[in-house]
């Protein structure tokens, strides 16, 4: 039933910016996390960056520390993720995933792909000159 869709990839120039946009539908119950994670062929699945609608308490990648910045819409259901200083290495195909959540210390936002349930068709991002 949940449904999420990725925009904004595109080829940009190496310090140049991105935003990539993530709407769901069908997450309207209870608290949830939404993320961002990426790949690159051979390479394993990277978590980026994600952020609960319980404390808009975030989780980034130390790859992207800096330079990118999540953000959550809850009235539109949307979460964005700025992308500044892009490198080559940031070249990827980004998708977004989301999972419930409670309002627990026992459950902290964390990027870790297999709590993440639901994922959309992603969008590719490239870095180069």
């Known amino acids: 039933e949940v449904r999420l869709v990725e925009s904004g990839g595109g080829l940009v120039q190496p310090g140049g910016s991105l935003r990539l946009s993530c709407t769901a539908s069908?997450?309207?119950?209870?608290?949830?996390?939404v993320g961002w994670f990426r790949q690159v062929p051979g390479k394993e699945r990277e978590g980026v960056s994600c952020?609960?609608?319980?404390?808009?308490?975030?989780d980034y990648a130390d790859s992207v520390k800096g330079r990118f910045t999540i953000s959550l819409d809850n009235a539109k259901k949307t979460v964005y993720l700025q992308m500044n200083s892009l490198k080559p290495e940031d070249t990827a195909i980004y998708y977004c995933a989301a999972h419930y959540t409670v309002a627990s210390t026992l459950f902290p936002v964390e990027l870790e792909s297999y709590k993440f349930r639901y994922w959309g068709q992603g969008t590719q991002v490239s870095v180069s000159s």
């Open positions: 952020i609960s609608s319980v404390d808009d308490s975030t």
């Open positions: 069908g997450l309207a119950f209870g608290e949830y996390v």
